[in-house]
Every structure is written in structure tokens, then in C-alpha cells.
């Protein structure tokens, strides 16, 4: 995947807003679980995962979270970015199967930085939050 877009500081308005999906699946958090080294059961052992509250293995929050370096690195502003922060609250849990939508707002644009300020959300197929966070964003053009 190199089709990033290219866009310069003052290319962007604030509102502008971009986002994208993604299905969940095994194999994704199979993945994640060998680079991270987090094999907690409730992401990794099904039997025990119907065992609690959620009754089935839960994505990894940071799975998720890892989608907003996608938005940023791709899309806003693409090649031009610099992360410089990411806050996160982890609102619902997602599951195998899931349909996510992972969707940047610019919110702030602070000129003397080049510092654009977005509001990050990925929701599940039902519309529903599953982990929201504020982006700081510096761009290098």
C-alpha cells in the first residue's frame, strides 16, 4: 500500500475529515499478539474469552489504536506527517468479524508549528465508538 495522499499545510481546512474501513479478523490479532507480545486469553484463548463479561475474544485495544497511524501516515496529511501525540479512550470492545471505520477530523491548525490538531474515532458495523482520542499532527511540507 503506497497510494498516500500529499497534502500540504495550508491545503488543509479545518473539518476536513477522512476515513476508511476494516474488517476484523483472526488473523489480524494472531499478528498482533507476535509482534506485541501480548497473548493476554481474553485476546488469544477463545474458551476462556466466553468465560467473562464479553463472551468471545476481544480485539486488542492498541490493534485498533494502531489504525490512527494509517489515518495519519495516508491520509491526513500523508506524506507530509510527523506524529507527535495520541491520546486514547477505549469506549467498547470490538470483536472478530467486526467492521470498523477509523475517521480523522481537523479540528485545529496552529501556523506557527504547522500543527494539525484532529479529533480520531474508530466505530464498530452498529455506528457504535469503540476508541476515540485527540492527534497532533505536525506537517513537513
Request: proline share 3%; with cysteine.
Amino acid at each position: 500500500m503506497t497510494d498516500f495522499e500529499i497534502h500540504t499545510f495550508d491545503e488543509i481546512p479545518i473539518g476536513y475529515t477522512k476515513n476508511f474501513s476494516v474488517k476484523i479478523d483472526e488473523k489480524m490479532l494472531d499478528n498482533f499478539a507476535n509482534i506485541s507480545g501480548d497473548f493476554n486469553p481474553l485476546h488469544m484463548d477463545e474458551q476462556y474469552a466466553k468465560t467473562t463479561q464479553f463472551k468471545g475474544r476481544v480485539c486488542h485495544g492498541m490493534l485498533l489504536a494502531s489504525f490512527f497511524s494509517r489515518l495519519i501516515g495516508m491520509y491526513i496529511p500523508g506524506k507530509f506527517s510527523l506524529y507527535f501525540s495520541q491520546s486514547l479512550n477505549f469506549r467498547a470492545p470490538c470483536f472478530i468479524g467486526d467492521d470498523i471505520k477509523i475517521t480523522g477530523t481537523v479540528t485545529e491548525k496552529h501556523n506557527s508549528t504547522k500543527m494539525l490538531t484532529l479529533k480520531t474515532v474508530i466505530s464498530n458495523q452498529n455506528e457504535n465508538c469503540l476508541v476515540d482520542g485527540i492527534a497532533k499532527v505536525i506537517v513537513r511540507d
